[in-house]
């Protein structure tokens, strides 16, 4: 399957599937990278600006999609003797 996932366009929807739903479709490379441009031009406004006297506005982050949760224990791997005995049911 990785080989297959490798071919893919990033933005395909078989490559959002596998990075952890429909809400990475369309998020290719491309995308990611102009939302971590958005985001560093807002800081160095920030950084940078006259404020006179009050506080930098805060700027919200451009609003990407949730990367998908790791399992805390790796999945245990099923021997061959647990494949046969559930098939034989």
Known sequence: MLALVQR???DSMT???ASGGRTQFGWGTDRHLLADIYDAI???TRATGNWGKGKAPK???WPRPKA???PDKPKKP???AELFKNFGR
């Open 59 to 61: 700027i919200p982050l």
């Open 78 to 80: 099923t021997s061959v």
């Open 15 to 17: 490559v959002a599937l």
């Open 8 to 10: 893919l366009p990033d």
């Open 42 to 44: 807002n800081q160095q």
């Open 68 to 70: 998908k949760a790791k």
